[in-house]
């Protein structure tokens, strides 16, 4: 569940014009939750792909995760191209 979550994440921070790496920084022998999302603001917008990806993503899981709500309006604007 971990990594649906931290992929959400990303997908959520690349739509919003984010450069985005999901990095593991500990090995998996020493601990379960390892992952760093780095995230760099862009220049450039988000793709009608991230955005696809990301629909597809919530429609296949049944989900909308928490900070969807908290962005709403900024991926609202970001899927209309009205961020960059």
């Not at 985005?20 to 793709?47: M, P, Q, Y």
């Not at 792909?49 to 309006?73: A, N």
Request: charged share 30%.
């Amino acid at each position: 569940m971990d990594l649906l979550t931290d992929s959400l994440r990303a997908q959520i921070l690349k739509i919003l014009c984010y450069r985005v790496d999901i990095v593991e920084f500990i090995g998996g022998e020493h601990t379960a939750r390892n992952i760093l999302i780095r995230a760099v603001k862009g220049e450039t917008s988000a793709t009608q792909l991230d955005i696809d990806r990301y629909q597809e993503f919530l429609t296949q899981w049944g989900i909308k995760p928490y900070l969807s709500k908290l962005l709403e309006k900024p991926l609202e604007a970001a899927t209309r191209g009205d961020i960059k």
